[in-house]
């Protein structure tokens, strides 16, 4: 067997480390956590919330209806963004209702 490249090296160490200091810098005390949960806890905020909450679930149902897993690759990527963008938004929106919500997608965004 070839043994694992430079590259894959690189790739193997720091994917994990990525989505683990996004938790660190935006929900944490020692980096925006503070202010993010500040922004988000107004009562305005949780109902924007609940919008996006509506809008990923019709997302993904248009993505169920249009078989998107069997699109071009670049098509996939391009929804794979979209559909993190918008559960990570839902769960940064409703930081209120659910502190813990934001932290649990950044983390559950981690390769195994």
């Given amino acids: 067997k070839d043994p694992i490249s430079l590259v ?6 720091f994917v994990p480390i990525i989505p683990t200091a996004v938790v660190v810098v935006a929900f944490t005390l ?8 500040n922004a988000v806890a107004r009562a305005n905020t949780d109902n924007a919330g609940w ?3 509506a809008l990923t679930a019709v997302w993904f149902c248009l993505l169920f209806i249009c078989d998107a897993h069997r699109a071009a690759l ?3 990527i391009t929804v794979g963004v979209i559909s993190a963008a918008l559960m990570l938004g839902t769960a940064i929106l409703k930081g209120v209702s659910y502190p813990w919500a934001a932290p ?3 983390l559950l ?3 195994t």
């Fill in 8 to 13: 894959q090296t690189v790739v193997l160490v």
């Fill in 30 to 37: 020692m980096g925006l956590g503070l202010d993010l949960y």
């Fill in 51 to 53: 919008g996006v909450v």
């Fill in 74 to 76: 670049a098509v996939q």
């Fill in 104 to 106: 649990l997608m950044v």
């Fill in 109 to 111: 965004f981690i390769p």
